[in-house]
């Protein structure tokens, strides 16, 4: 699409002076929540020009979900957004964003299924007046389907999509996974839909609409577990901290903490018995194959268990990374952020910020060579660029005075 609707700080170039990959997209941000604010991210971090359309009993709602505007977690969210305050309940906030919509690329919703028809901001009302829109959607179970009117948050898809049968300990309860996982996968597999739909774009010239869901994120990410049941007939239980196939692959307690190994292939078998002082096993038939210690995984664990517990994490760490074999500390979120690798791969990002002065975010965890990704904007006030944005999108001065009266914006 045309390019005269960019503004100056939203260009190709960053600040910093690298490129911005995706400086020429805008995108409408109706998203709440987690799922289609992190699907916004993808997008932000790399330069889109996001527009939020937001009103204050909306952002206060959403305290509920991510905390207060100035908590950590929504400025994480959010970041990297222009902000304008509009009403789309009254029927000016609706035609106004229909007129930013015209120059719109991309737009990302993750209401329930029936509220973005009966605002009138759904995918056919926005494709009638621009049909090169690119419109994202996600939803807790999808847009169709017996399920599709029931809302949906990361724990019931988490249960109903299977990941908390495999999680947890043999014979427990089932256990959640303790990040939002489900919306997490949803974004970036709806951020990875719109950008396929763009370069489509770019062949057909026209726009589409990408759809995906809470569900159809979780079940997809069960990956190999889904795969013993749809070709081999097994249904995966909860294995703890084990591989499910692979011995030895787990978490263990060593003198002083816990740390995983993975050495379950013959290679690297072999070398963890070199330096665990196990090379006996090699020669006992119950150990010697993948399929031996399969069979007596029980038995293999407990031995391995009390050898790597006469020594230190930090002891065992050294030793077998020097051998090859994969493995590392437990760590806390606080040891993560202090970890030498961490911090030199630059995964949290200093952004000053206004009012809060200067914070730390997560950054994006891509690096393409000669593009920015640094974080360029932080959470701007509610509103605080609708004057702005709507005298590009060619309002006056009196129009935007007029809506203001009428408190749509």
Known sequence: MA????TADHGVESVTGARRPLARFRVLDLTHARAGPFAVRQLSDWGADVLRIERREVDQA???????RDSGDFQNLHRGKRSIGLDLKAPEGRATFLRLAEGADV??????TDVKHRLGVDYEAVRAVNPHIVYGSISGFGQTGPYSDRGGVDQI?????????VTGEPGGRPLRVGIAISDLCAGLFLAQGILTALLDREVTGEGTWVQTSLLQAQVTMLDNQAMRWLMGGH?????????PTGVPMGTYRTSDA???????????????????????MLEDDRFATGAARRANADELKRIVAEVLATRSAADWTEALNAAGVPCGPVKNI????????VQHLGIAQKVAHPELGEISLIGSPVDIQGASKRIERPIPAIGADTDAVLREAGLTDEDIDALRRKEVI
């Open 62 to 68: 959403a305290g509920d979900l991510i905390g207060t």
């Open 258 to 280: 816990w740390m995983n190994i993975a050495a379950s292939s013959q290679r690297l078998f072999i070398r963890f018995c070199g330096v665990a002082g196990l090379d006996w």
């Open 157 to 165: 898809a988490q249960g109903l999509g299977g990941l908390m049968s």
């Open 3 to 6: 390019d005269d609707h960019r």
């Open 107 to 112: 737009i990302i919703e993750n209401m329930r």
């Open 235 to 243: 249904v995966p239980e909860a294995a703890g901290n084990d591989h």
């Open 334 to 341: 606080r040891e993560v952020f202090e970890d030498p690798q």
